[in-house]
């Protein structure tokens, strides 16, 4: 799950972005309309987070032109002006969401999360594949009943992959996905995360169930072996 954030207020968006991050979600920053329009439109983002205020106009003139476009990416207005008329303009705007400046970062997970779960992506909070468990709202990992302990990043890797079972990712897909743009390593991070996570999920069960497609990329996938 990446999650854009179109605030001018650098510190602010700093620490929404390493907030997000602990719960796993990747995410960009953008600090102008112009730049969040960009990245809006040319990435995958599952939500974005929008200041009202910014350098070049009002956020809602960003949403404006994505609803055109008939992107329908969740959107969470965040801003200091927390009167009705704002929020009205937002609303018909096309906001999902609204939060007043200040807030505690504990509501804008929570509403980030309320809204993720009403994409289709998000709407199963207990994803399966064979007897491998995710649960989507405490990010807790079991197979065979027993817990496994994941960090965030592996987590978040292994949602992907579950929410695409069957399906072959590429080592890009899953960067573009899982990391976020301000991420220029190397694609073998991928290959790093894939066999940690197979240490944990598949080393000491059967069948194993993160499948390698040598020169594709990998997918989670139980008809493979069963
Ligand atoms: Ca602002």
């Known amino acids: 799950m990446r999650i854009l954030i179109v605030e001018d207020e650098q510190k602010l968006a700093e620490i929404i972005l390493r907030s997000l991050q602990g ?19 040319s990435g995958h983002y599952d939500l974005i987070i929008l200041d009202l205020l910014l350098p070049d106009g009002l956020g809602t003139s960003l949403l404006q032109h994505l609803r055109e476009l008939r992107n329908q990416v969740p959107v969470l207005i965040l801003t200091a002006r927390g009167d009705i008329d704002a929020k009205a303009k937002s609303f018909a705007a096309g906001a999902d969401d609204y939060l007043s400046k200040p807030f505690a970062l504990p509501e804008l997970l929570m509403r980030v999360r309320a809204l993720l779960r009403r994409s289709p992506a998000m709407r199963d909070n207990l994803i399966k594949v064979a007897d491998l468990e995710v649960d989507r709202d405490n990010h807790q990992v079991r197979r065979a009943g027993r ?74 996938d139980i008809e493979y072996f069963s």
Do not use: C
């Open 147 to 220: 817990r496994i302990e994941v960090s965030p990043k592996e987590y978040s890797l292994l949602e992907y992959l579950i929410l695409n079972q069957g399906r072959v990712l590429s080592r890009s897909m899953i960067i573009d996905r899982v990391w976020d743009q301000s991420f220029d390593g190397v694609t073998n991070i991928v290959d790093v995360y894939v066999r940690q996570l197979r240490l944990k999920i598949d080393e000491n069960f059967e069948p194993k169930l993160i499948r390698t497609v040598r020169g594709l990329g990998y997918s989670i």
């Open 23 to 41: 719960e796993g979600f990747a995410g960009d920053i953008a600090g102008t309309i112009a730049d969040g329009l960009h990245l809006a439109t």
